[in-house]
Nanobody, 115 residues
Framework: QVRLVESGGGLVQPGGSLRLSCAASGTIFRPNVMGWYRQAPGKQRELVATVTLAGITNYTDSVKGRFTISRDNARYTVYLQMNSLKPEDTAVYYC?????????WGQGTQVTVSS
């Protein structure tokens, strides 16, 4: 069974940085696409960033220039480097992967940006 396990969330002050990691296991197929979504209290889950096997990236407008997504295909891992964090970035961040045409989700990791 495919599992996605996130790590790296936490509490950070505005302007600070965090790095999220997500490792996929239980599959011999490298995820075609991996990415990050987030859900703030009272809001719908939204796309943050995605990266394909070939390294093509996509970002939602609100994080462009501040967040960087990358992946290590040999380790089946995706990363999200988050810089210049703002209070509005506070949310539960979910790892997502598309493996053999099936969506998989991680359990989520809390990111809180507050002074």
């Amino acid at each position: 069974q495919v599992r996605l396990v996130e790590s790296g969330g936490g509490l950070v002050q505005p302007g600070g940085s965090l790095r999220l990691s997500c490792a996929a296991s239980g599959t011999i197929f490298r995820p075609n696409v991996m990415g990050w979504y987030r859900q703030a209290p009272g809001k719908q889950r939204e796309l943050v960033a995605t990266v394909t096997l070939a390294g093509i990236t996509n970002y939602t407008d609100s994080v462009k220039g501040r967040f960087t997504i990358s992946r290590d295909n040999a380790r089946y891992t995706v990363y999200l480097q988050m810089n210049s964090l703002k209070p509005e970035d506070t949310a539960v961040y979910y790892c997502w992967g598309l493996v053999a045409g099936i969506d998989y989700w991680g359990q989520g990791t809390q990111v809180t940006v507050s002074s």
